[in-house]
């Protein structure tokens, strides 16, 4: 058996999306995470670029959650000759069977329309599906012979994971790298706060907010309250692209809040997302993993009286004659695809009208541009003018931000002070930002890497 370990950067550096990292040890190969690249103007291309590896010689493939661009490469793999294991927890597991059947839809739908080959098929899905295996939280699993996994909560979304794995050095002595997959903006409404990592010579971490921190944490609340009285006030719509995993079920829950304390007008709320509404379920099935506030608040945390769940095209078109004062929940989160592009075209223009942004908007998304202050857009071929007001809710993040990551490793680095960091999953002002800060902070050993770059660990 041999006993040098490496580490390859194969995606998910220099940008947020893309995760994709291959361990070698023991003479097996790891991969953490087959996502896709999104976002980018090229991110099609890169999509369908060959693997950084021969996917037919990967034996494992450990998956840290169900976002897309985590997930979404990994039929592709599968259809490039990869037949080893996949292990999730067992709610990532039940999500990632939603994400993937939606995500083939939309490849269809964009196949149809450019005349393209289809980055992967239905039976490609279903070869993935196949494969899979569940792990749960706190389980120590051994993969080989020298390497094992243990699964800790990273906060970040419904079934989220940190995965520790140790492994033995050449010395045959335990060493444990751990890769954090997203860190979660704790605490949430929902989720249990990120758990803390000990005992760490490596850590692999994102970085997505390594260089700004988000308001405060206490005033998300009040600033949502705020954006929907004022709308309303306005006699406008209030649209709010968000993330059908994690994003929507926190706004929900939200509403629900302010609705019980009468905190805002009671307006009809239109969630526009069949792939949120299937989500929703099972979130509602798994609380379990919810937080001790949200288990308080009884079994119904999503629901409140003028909700309406949009499934059909048809509804959703017909939101437009339904008379303001009214709020559109609809994906996608960057709105680089989705329902929400055509509320956007109907409601942009409207000066009584608001547009609000509650997560990360890549660079090069139509999200950004919105988000920067243009006053024009092209969508679906349409020209677009921008007389709504645009707002910013950055407390809502799923992130952590830059101070909460520096605390993160100033943590794992009281139980290791040698502990190596790699910044990854952040453009790269953001990651490198937050490696200069890790060394002159707290004087941890940290670099952001190059993709491709082959790093041999002992």
């Not at 490469?73 to 939606?102: N, Q, W, Y």
């Not at 390497?147 to 995965?163: C, E, F, N, P, T």
């Not at 119904?300 to 769940?309: A, D, E, G, M, V």
Request: net charge negative; proline share 4%.
């Amino acid at each position: 058996m041999s006993n040098s370990t490496a580490l390859t950067f194969c995606g998910g550096v220099g940008s947020v999306t893309g995760a994709n990292f291959l361990l070698e040890t023991s003479g097996k190969k790891i991969l953490i995470d087959c996502g896709m690249v999104q976002g980018s103007r090229f991110a099609d291309e890169e999509n369908r670029r060959s693997f950084l590896y021969d996917p037919s010689t990967i034996d494992f493939l450990l998956v840290t959650h169900a976002h897309i661009d985590h997930i979404g490469r990994i039929p592709r793999l599968v259809a490039g000759g990869f037949k080893g294991k996949i292990h999730s927890t067992p709610e990532t597991h039940a999500l990632v069977s939603i994400m993937l059947e939606d995500a083939l839809k939309l490849i269809e739908d964009e196949c149809r329309q450019n005349g393209t080959l289809p980055l992967y098929e239905r039976r490609d899905v279903s070869a993935t599906l196949a494969l899979w295996s569940d792990i749960p939280y706190h389980e120590n699993r051994q993969l080989v012979e020298g390497v094992s996994v243990y699964l800790k909560d990273a906060g970040h979304v419904l079934g989220s994971a940190m995965y520790e794995i140790s492994f033995l050095d050449s010395d045959f002595e335990t060493r444990k790298i751990v890769f954090t997959g997203d860190l979660g903006n704790s605490p949430t409404p929902l989720l249990k706060d990120t758990e803390t990592i000990t005992d760490a010579d490596y850590l692999v971490m994102e970085s997505v907010y390594g260089d700004r921190n988000h308001e405060d944490r206490d005033s998300r609340r009040k600033h949502l309250k705020d954006v929907i009285v004022e709308t309303a006030n306005r006699k406008g719509t209030l649209v709010i692209p968000t993330f059908s995993l994690e994003k929507t079920q926190t706004l929900l829950y939200e509403f629900h809040e302010l609705e019980e304390q009468h905190a805002i007008p009671s307006l009809p709320v239109f969630l526009d997302s069949p792939l949120a509404i299937e989500i929703t379920k099972v979130y509602q099935s798994m609380k379990k993993d919810f937080n001790s506030a949200a288990l308080s608040e009884g079994p119904n945390i999503f629901k409140f009286p003028r909700l309406k769940h949009v499934v059909h095209s048809e509804e959703s078109k017909a939101i437009l004659h339904v008379p303001p004062p009214k709020i559109v929940i609809a994906g996608s989160g960057m709105s680089n695809g989705g329902r929400v592009l055509h509320h956007e075209i109907n409601y942009l223009p409207g000066a009584q009208n608001t547009l609000l942004l509650v997560g990360y908007q890549a660079a090069g998304t139509l999200g950004r541009q919105l988000q920067d202050g243009v006053k024009e857009v092209h969508i679906n071929g349409q020209k677009v003018s921008v007389r709504a007001h645009i707002e910013t809710i950055s407390g809502y993040s799923s992130h952590k931000d830059s101070d909460h990551l520096v605390e993160f490793v100033e943590t794992a680095a009281k139980s290791n002070p040698k502990i190596k960091v790699f910044a990854v999953m952040g453009e790269p002002k953001s990651a490198l930002f937050l490696v200069q800060r890790l060394r002159e902070y707290l004087g941890v050993e940290a670099r952001h890497p190059e993709l491709g770059e082959r790093v041999e660990l002992i």
